[in-house]
């Protein structure tokens, strides 16, 4: 499975982006793909997640109300919709995937850079 990961940039505070993450490869048996980040100096961080079958979501709470994760399953891709971005959203935020309901992610995408400007 390979994933690519794209949609970053600089925005202001109150802006939005969406975030692509195209899947390749192996594209049966992934049941969860999940959008992770990491600020400089800080440990990554969980953002959201959506089980590929059913489409059931589960956000961090930093970001619910605010960021919506969503499929495309014939383009293999998954998105994050980012409003009302915030200055401690900047970050560069990763896509992965895997193959267990639970657990471990199996594949990561290389990442995209997020920076919010206040």
């Known amino acids: 499975v390979q994933l690519q990961a794209s949609g970053g940039g600089l925005v202001q505070a109150g802006g939005s982006l969406r975030l692509s993450c195209a899947r390749s490869?192996?594209?049966?048996?992934?049941?969860?793909l999940g959008w992770f980040r990491q600020a400089p100096g800080k440990e990554r961080e969980f953002v959201s997640r959506?089980?590929?079958?059913?489409?059931?979501?589960y956000y961090a709470d930093s970001v619910k109300g605010r960021f919506t994760i969503s499929t495309d399953n014939a383009k293999n891709t998954v998105y994050l919709q980012m409003n009302s971005l915030r200055p401690e959203d900047t970050a560069i935020y990763y896509c992965?995937?895997?193959?267990?309901?639970?657990?471990?992610?199996?594949?990561w995408g290389q990442g995209t850079q997020v920076t919010v400007s206040s």
């Open positions: 490869g192996r594209t049966f048996g992934i049941n969860t």
């Open positions: 992965a995937a895997r193959v267990n309901p639970t657990g471990q992610y199996n594949y």
């Open positions: 959506i089980t590929w079958s059913s489409g059931i979501t």
